[in-house]
C-alpha cells in the first residue's frame, strides 16, 4: 500500500468546517483512499472512502485531487465530539490481498469550543 | 444491525495466565480481523481469519498467540502464559468480502499485572 502523510495535529472551533488534509503521492491507479478516527479509547470507526470521485455521506465529504496524489477529509460542522485521531489509509480493494489496514500515526484534530 | 461486538472489554491477569479475547462479527459478516495497539503506538494488523479458516497470521508473535473463528460462534483470540508486553487494547474488525471495508468492535483493552 502506498504511503500516507498527515501533520501530526490540528485545531478547529466548534461548527466551523474542519479540513484534515492527507498526502499519498506514490498511490497507485487501483488503491482507494480510506478514512477512519479513533475518539479516545475506543475503536476504529470508518468514515469514508473513495478511489476518484469526490465522496459525501452523512458525517463527511471526501475530497481527492485530479491527480489523485493528496486528498482532503472534510467534516462539515464540528462538534466537540469530533476530537479524535484521523487516520488516511491507502488499499487496493476488490482484488489482491491488501486487506490488512495500515495505520500510521494520524492526525489528532483538536475541536474547541 | 448491531455492530461488532468484543468481550470482555476490560481484561485484568497476571503473568503466566490465559487471556480470552472474543469477537463477534458484524451480522453477514464471515472474515474477521484482529489488530493491537499498544500504549501510544498504532493499530497493527495482528491475523486475518475466514469460518474455520485462518488466512494470513503474518502479525501475530510465533510464541504464545492463537486465534481461530470456528463454524458457530465468536472468534477467539487466545493468549497463553501472559506477559506485561502484553498488555494492550486489541481491536477486532469485520468485513463482508476480503477487500471489504473493515467495522471496528470497542476493543478488549488487557492489563497483566
Known amino acids: 500500500d502506498a504511503k500516507t502523510t498527515q501533520p501530526p495535529s490540528m485545531d478547529c472551533a466548534e461548527g466551523r468546517a474542519a479540513n484534515l488534509p492527507c498526502n499519498h503521492s506514490?498511490?497507485?491507479?487501483?488503491?482507494?483512499v480510506y478514512w477512519y478516527r479513533q475518539i479516545h479509547s475506543q475503536g476504529p470507526q470508518y468514515i469514508i472512502h473513495?478511489?476518484?470521485n469526490n465522496e459525501t455521506n452523512e458525517m463527511a465529504s471526501l475530497i481527492i485531487t485530479e491527480d489523485r496524489k493528496s486528498s482532503t477529509l472534510i467534516l462539515p460542522h464540528a462538534t466537540l465530539r469530533d476530537t479524535a485521531v484521523y487516520y488516511c489509509?491507502?488499499?487496493?480493494?476488490?482484488?489482491?490481498?491488501?486487506?490488512?489496514?495500515?495505520f500510521g500515526k494520524g492526525t489528532l484534530l483538536t475541536v474547541n469550543p | 444491525n448491531a455492530g461488532v461486538m468484543q468481550n470482555p472489554r476490560h481484561l485484568v491477569r497476571r503473568r503466566g495466565q490465559e487471556a480470552r479475547l472474543r469477537c463477534s462479527p458484524m451480522?453477514?459478516?464471515?472474515?474477521v480481523y484482529w489488530y493491537r495497539q499498544l500504549p501510544e503506538e498504532g493499530l497493527k494488523f495482528m491475523v486475518y481469519?475466514?469460518?474455520?479458516?485462518?488466512?494470513?497470521e503474518s502479525g501475530m508473535p510465533k510464541e504464545r498467540f492463537s486465534a481461530e473463528f470456528p463454524k458457530e460462534g465468536p472468534s477467539i483470540l487466545r493468549i497463553q502464559q501472559v506477559v506485561r508486553g502484553d498488555s494492550a487494547a486489541y481491536f477486532c474488525?469485520?468485513?463482508?468480502?476480503?477487500?471489504?471495508?473493515?467495522?471496528f468492535g470497542p476493543g478488549t483493552r488487557l492489563t497483566v499485572l
Open positions: 474488525a469485520s468485513s463482508l468480502q476480503g477487500a471489504d471495508t473493515q467495522y
Open positions: 506514490t498511490i497507485s491507479g487501483n488503491e482507494y
Open positions: 473513495g478511489l476518484k
Open positions: 489509509i491507502v488499499r487496493v480493494v476488490n482484488g489482491g490481498s491488501n486487506y490488512k489496514l495500515t
Open positions: 451480522k453477514g459478516h464471515s472474515h
Open positions: 481469519l475466514q469460518k474455520e479458516n485462518i488466512i494470513d
